[in-house]
């Protein structure tokens, strides 16, 4: 893996480009009020991109619930956001708060206890933002027996989407639909993965798995979009830049390698949080799902991201391997909203 590849396929540029201009300030991401009375859940929420957008959330009006996986970090970012801005540690649901999940998001049985928490407490969810993600560069197994990259970053995506479903169906009014949005990357257009190893069993390379991780993410949205009723549940993945964060520092020397280049052409978590915060609101996002977005507007993905066949088959795939009946809940739910 070489540093000048991954950052060119992050940026779209080659590494010598120094002088681009990605570090502009970006527009407020939203209006003093315009996410008052929703219910937003962000997961990887505790620092970078989900902890700039959970403060955007609440500085418009919103009740955040923020998913991170280290108690005390996640506990020390809601109390840092609640002083900045005037927010309150008070019950799901109230305008201007902040509560908080622990849970390590690459393990199944994680995901699904944190989702039996929520469904608990949450009776409807505006906005699902599925951000949580890392990279990790040598082979790693879970728990559950799955590549770690493959399971945070893709199977985490679909089983919490699937569990929180009824209340996000039951956000939706008239005009208004619940929006489920997932942060890929540019890195997925590097993607062409084998769906009979998706793991990386015979061959693996971190970088390699994190760029088929962001293209399942295109392919999960894409996917939930066309069985989903867009005037219950609207769904959109996007690219949010390369962004100063914690990213890759997980992986020793090369990761930390890794981040240092990649911080020369890095914008702000806030500038990284922008479009998914914007998308959680703006009417532009109504207009279609299923849809891939970069610097708030709609773009193309890659030929193998709309290779729609392939992404039918990473459904089925991810059914069986979650233990899930993706299509019967979604009828369900569906249906029940209907009745």
Not at 36 to 52: H, L, P, R
Not at 67 to 86: C, D, F, L, P
Not at 141 to 158: I, K
Not at 278 to 306: C, H, I, M, N, Q
Request: proline fraction near 4%.
């Amino acid at each position: 893996m070489r540093t000048d590849d991954v950052l060119a396929s992050l940026t779209g540029y080659d590494l010598p480009a120094r002088s681009i201009t990605l570090n502009e300030p970006m527009p407020n991401l939203s209006s003093p009020s315009e996410f008052a009375g929703k219910t937003v859940v962000v997961t990887g929420a505790s620092d970078g991109i989900g902890k700039a957008a959970v403060r955007a959330y609440v500085a418009a009006g919103a009740s955040v619930v923020m998913i991170g996986r280290n108690e005390a970090k996640t506990a020390a970012a809601a109390r840092s956001i609640m002083s900045e801005v005037g927010a309150v540690s008070g019950t799901a649901g109230d305008q201007r708060a902040i509560t908080w999940e622990i849970a390590d998001l690459s393990r199944q049985e994680a995901v699904h206890d944190v989702a039996d928490r929520l469904l608990a407490r949450l009776p409807r969810i505006d906005v699902l933002a599925n951000n949580a993600g890392a990279m990790f560069l040598d082979r790693e197994v879970t728990p559950d027996g799955f590549e770690r990259t493959f399971a945070l970053n893709h199977l985490s995506y679909f089983t919490l989407t699937l569990r929180l479903l009824a209340p996000l169906v039951a956000a939706s009014r008239p005009g208004a639909p619940a929006r489920v949005l997932s942060v890929s990357s540019r890195a997925h257009e590097n993607a062409n993965p084998s769906l009979d190893d998706l793991q990386l069993e015979r061959r693996f390379g971190g970088w390699k798995q994190y760029a088929n991780s962001k293209l399942y993410n295109i392919w999960f949205t894409r996917a939930l979009a066309r069985r989903c009723d867009p005037s219950r549940v609207v769904t959109h993945a996007l690219h949010p830049g390369v962004v100063s964060t914690r990213f890759a520092t997980n992986n020793g020397r090369m990761g930390r390698l890794l981040r240092r280049v990649m911080d020369v052409v890095s914008v702000t978590p806030s500038q990284g949080a922008d479009t998914l915060v914007w998308l959680s609101s703006a009417p532009e996002a109504l207009e279609g799902s299923g849809d891939y977005w970069v610097k708030r507007r709609r773009v193309s993905p890659s030929r193998t991201a709309r290779d729609d066949a392939r992404a039918e088959q990473l459904w089925t795939t991810t059914s069986r391997l979650t233990g899930l009946d993706a299509d019967q809940i979604i009828r369900n739910t569906m249906a029940h909203a209907v009745a």
